[in-house]
């Protein structure tokens, strides 16, 4: 059974840093793209980074660029996401995601598994 377990939101300060950490097992998922999405209250989710299977490429939203910085240790089968210079704008469920190819997607449809999410809020 494949699960992803994300951890390492909180509450935090505008202009502080979180790390995001989300583990996934029942499989490896070294050949795989893994993503970070989010999803504030009544938006829709939306795309944060994405790196490829060898972790030599990572996208991020414009949003985000910057700031955030996605990385993985595919011995580990786990992805992190460090959140540097945080914004109240980016409150949101953090969730990270299993790509269905090696290189990934801006789109959730091209993902085929999900962790159960992790709060960020950013106070002003």
């Known amino acids: 059974q494949v699960q992803l377990v994300e951890s390492g939101g909180g509450l935090v300060q505008a202009g502080g840093s979180l790390r995001l950490t989300c583990v996934a097992s029942?499989?490896?998922?070294?050949?795989?793209?893994m993503g970070w999405f989010r999803q504030a209250p009544g938006k829709e989710r939306e795309f944060v980074a994405v790196?490829?299977?060898?972790?030599?490429?990572?996208y991020y939203a414009d949003s985000v660029k910057g700031r955030f910085t996605i990385s993985r240790d595919n011995a580990k089968n786990t992805v992190y996401l460090q959140m540097n210079s945080l914004k109240p704008e980016d409150t949101a469920v953090y969730y990270c995601?299993?790509?269905?190819?090696?290189?990934?997607?801006?789109?959730?449809?091209?993902?085929?598994?999900w962790g159960q999410g992790t709060q960020v809020t950013v106070s002003s």
């Open positions: 995601a299993v790509g269905g190819s090696p290189r990934g997607s801006s789109s959730p449809t091209q993902y085929d598994y």
């Open positions: 029942g499989r490896t998922f070294s050949r795989n793209a």
């Open positions: 790196i490829v299977w060898s972790g030599a490429d990572t």
